[in-house]
């Protein structure tokens, strides 16, 4: 049975104890699949995520004639052992101006811009689309790059945008043998920026050695971008010649569970939140444990959201109420009104940490903005510009609905700052974002009411996100999830997202 159109989570009654697994990272099996098309001969990826943004990658890499296996994971249920029969750099399979072959990418950003870039390695004519979403999202700066290349990209509605058609070579005819591609491509050079998406710069470089492409990269942060570095860090170590890649699991996923740790912590061996010595006086073991952790966390360096666990730290440690002077209560209860007067006392110093979507955190700063309201401290995140031409308008999104549920949260400019709230029940738009709906679903582990619109779009990435909720502890969370409009508590058959 499918997932019901509206859900309710139970808050937990006690501290859990687990330890859970999530599938393997998406940006990671992505640009794999890739690779794996381009090397020479047959490679394994081990650990890849199986969820829609991925199946839509492996099914257009059949569509364009490349043999690929896939196996089920004994491991994680929503992972696979994928065999991919790279054919060196040679992309067969294109169609003519009259019927270019067709390629559905969905909402998958990764598979749109990748394979923008790739098929221009083919022979032919291609057309990329997917759903309207996926129209609307910025595609500019990478065709801006590929016509610098050489290659005819034709944007449908002349807005830059999918629908797009691309011409694979200004060189070839479909006629031309692969020997004969490798030796007439020369060296083309291109700039892109990456102001919008880090994926216009990361779908080049993919591509940049068999295309004998040089790219430069611009736009802010350009050198730093974490996206980029993951991308570069792959190609050096991805097997060329064929051979096997281990897929980690996905940083952004675990970072839900680390989050959902925040609500107790482990001092001296015991459940507790804080351990209060003296009057006022915060005093943590040496010892911090999380009462949930993820299984395999990703110690590459290779996924930014690998940080998180150190930010739910500092989250965490501001999520407890340990005193009447505490900035919480003043902020709550003392007329300390930062909507109207962020100056109000002088004489109390407020320390707000910020985090940056560029430098600190990628997808997972969602989930950091999502429990912000129990800190005993306002939060702020800045550079949240690209969130808004992602799976929605993730900015607008998160405020309108934290605010729905109570939270002071302020908007100014791509920075939203969130205060200690008392939060409430609501019933959630995801707006069809996975994210979304993960993101304000571990806020219901919490609050009592929160009730999530279209659960099921958690597919996208990580289709048994609430079996995972839901499953006994030490793998799951124990989290009792309903059917949000007759009450009944649904089954672990019935929460798989499919």
Known sequence: MPLPDLIEIVPLEKPVHAE???????????????????????????????????????????????????????????????????????????????????????????????????????????????????????????????????????????????????????????????????????????????????????????????????????????????????????????????????????????????????????????????????????VWSQEFLPLISVRNWPRSGSQIDADFSEVMFAIATASVNYGFEDERDLILNHGLNWRDNPEVDRDFTFEVPTFSRNTDLGDSIMTAIAISPFGIKPFRYTDLARLRVQECERVVALRTELTKCGANVIEAGDTLTVYPSTLHGAEIETYNDHRMAMCFSILGLKVHGIKIKNPSCVKKTFPNFFQKLAAEPPHGLGAKILDGKTGRRLTHEELFAD
């Not at 054919?87 to 950003?109: D, I, R």
């Not at 797009?164 to 920026?193: F, N």
């Not at 952004?252 to 107790?264: E, K, Q």
């Open 20 to 282: 859970i697994t999530v599938p393997g990272s998406k940006s990671i099996t992505n640009r794999a699949l890739i690779l794996a098309a381009l090397a020479e001969g047959e490679v394994t990826l081990q650990g890849a995520l199986w969820s829609e943004d991925t199946q839509i990658m492996v099914e257009c890499l059949q569509e364009l004639g490349f043999m690929v296996n896939v196996e089920p994971d004994p491991n994680e249920f929503c992972n696979r052992t994928i065999t991919v029969y790279g054919k060196g750099g040679f992309v067969p399979a294109g169609g003519t101006e009259q019927q270019p072959l067709e390629l559905f990418v969905g909402n998958a950003g990764t598979a749109a811009r990748f394979l923008a870039a790739f098929v221009c390695l083919g022979k032919g004519v291609y057309r990329l689309h997917g759903v309207p979403r996926m129209h609307e999202r910025p595609q500019a700066a990478l065709f801006k790059a590929l016509r610098e290349l050489g290659y005819r990209v034709e944007s449908e509605k002349g807005n830059e945008k999918l629908p797009v058609k691309i011409c694979s070579s200004r060189r070839e005819s479909a006629q031309t043998s692969k020997s004969e591609i490798s030796q007439s491509r020369l060296t083309s050079a291109a700039t892109v920026s990456i102001e919008e998406s880090s994926q216009f710069a990361s779908a080049l470089l993919l591509c940049a050695k068999t295309g004998n492409w040089e790219i430069k990269v611009v736009g802010e942060n350009a050198e730093e971008s974490p996206y980029v570095a993951m991308t570069l860090e792959l190609i050096k170590a991805f097997p060329k010649q064929g051979g096997t890649f281990q897929i980690e699991p996905d940083a952004s996923s675990g970072s839900y569970f680390w989050a959902a740790s925040s609500f107790g912590v482990r001092v001296n061996g015991q459940d507790a939140d804080l351990k209060v010595e003296d009057e006022n006086k915060l």
